[in-house]
Nanobody, 118 residues
Framework: QVQLVESGGGLVQPGGSLRLSCAASGFTFTNYRMNWYRQAPGKERELVAGISSAGGITNYATSVKGRFTISRDNAKNTVYLQMNSLKPEDTAVYYC???????????WGQGTQVTVSS
């Protein structure tokens, strides 16, 4: 019954903002690093942002650094991706990923569509 349930995607104009949420259940959330990936049509899935199990270490793709912020609330078993100053090239399906701290187990959300367009 592992679940990663994403929400918050949608259509936004360039320069706008969206906040993605991923609610986790069925596993020990605090034992997992959390990541956001995205995949645009015809392109490979890429890592957008990651956050350590306790939230103390974050990393971002160069293309989103300074615009996106990943955070987690371990009390709520939820990871967030705040996306500001959105660009058309941010258009993709965004996936929540949970990676065990030992790196041998991963879970994926269903994906949520983000479309940045005028």
């Amino acid at each position: 019954q592992v679940q990663l349930v994403e929400s918050g995607g949608g259509l936004v104009q360039p320069g706008g903002s969206l906040r993605l949420s991923c609610a986790a259940s069925g596993f020990t959330f605090t034992n997992y690093r959390m990541n956001w990936y995205r995949q645009a049509p015809g392109k490979e899935r890429e890592l957008v942002a990651g956050i350590s199990s306790a939230g103390g270490i974050t990393n971002y793709a160069t293309s989103v650094k300074g615009r996106f912020t990943i955070s987690r609330d371990n009390a709520k078993n939820t990871v967030y991706l705040q996306m500001n100053s959105l660009k058309p090239e941010d258009t993709a399906v965004y996936y929540c990923n949970a990676l065990a701290t030992w790196g041998q187990r991963a879970y994926w959300g269903q994906g949520t569509q983000v479309t940045v367009s005028s």
